[in-house]
T-cell receptor
Framework: DGGITQSPKYLFRKEGQNVTLSCEQN?????MYWYRQDPGQGLRLIYY???????QKGDIAEGYSVSREKKESFPLTVTSAQKNPTAFYLC???????????FGQGTRLTVV | DQQVKQNSPSLSVQEGRISILNCDYT??????FLWYKKYPAEGPTFLIS?????DKNEDGRFTVFLNKSAKHLSLHIVPSQPGDSAVYFC????????????FGKGTLLTVNP
């Protein structure tokens, strides 16, 4: 079955450490995105990539980095520069027009 | 600056009745609107969408209405079922940059048996 796989589902990080969240899709979608959800908040866009080897900052990119070396993969690194990294992270992808995004199951990151 | 607003954090309805979830937007460039449903600790799932050239779109129990002059859209669920209990997000995009969705904060719908 086609879909988006995020791993791990739960992740714990010590303060000052970088951590990378994985996102893989087999939908043959061109664009991929990372969103962050905090309690009582909507989804806020961190980074997005429309094609391989190209990506753009979203609304809250500070403290995060991404790469898009393959069409299927869009990993997100949460760096130590991110002041408040504890959140639920969602990866999504779209094929073309209309913005209909398919989401992964999410990764809950907790800084301890 | 919140471009997509869902002013009701929660809504409670009885099973079998109609659920109406509302969404307002401020960016007149938005031309495509979507509703997503989300259960706790899961990713959102697409529910229904509407293009700005339409004012209504139906899919089974779900109907979305768009009032462009008022910059308002609503999702109607009829009849409501307990399995509909979830957080509903309204989202919007601009056709020219259709890869970016702007989300509202969500409305928690509870359908009571």
């Amino acid at each position: 079955d086609g879909g988006i796989t995020q791993s791990p589902k739960y992740l714990f990080r010590k303060e000052g450490q970088n951590v990378t969240l994985s996102c893989e899709q087999n939908l043959n979608h061109d664009a991929m995105y990372w969103y962050r959800q905090d309690p009582g908040q909507g989804l806020r866009l961190i980074y997005y990539s429309q094609i391989v080897n190209d990506f753009q900052k979203g609304d809250i990119a500070e403290g995060y980095s991404v790469s898009r070396e393959k069409k299927e993969s869009f990993p997100l690194t949460v760096t130590s520069a991110q002041k408040n990294p504890t959140a639920f992270y969602l990866c999504a992808s779209t094929k073309g027009t209309g913005g209909k995004a398919f989401f992964g199951q999410g990764t809950r990151l907790t800084v301890v | 600056d919140q471009q997509v607003k869902q002013n009701s954090p929660s809504l409670s309805v009885q099973e079998g009745r109609i659920s109406i979830l509302n969404c307002d937007y401020t960016n007149s460039m938005f031309d495509y609107f979507l509703w997503y449903k989300k259960y706790p600790a899961e990713g959102p799932t697409f529910l229904i969408s509407i293009s700005s050239i339409k004012d209504k779109n139906e899919d089974g129990r779900f109907t979305v209405f768009l009032n462009k002059s008022a910059k308002h859209l609503s999702l109607h669920i009829v009849p409501s079922q307990p399995g509909d209990s979830a957080v509903y997000f309204c989202a919007a995009s601009v056709g020219g940059s259709n890869y970016k969705l702007t989300f509202g904060k969500g409305t928690l719908l509870t359908v009571n048996p």
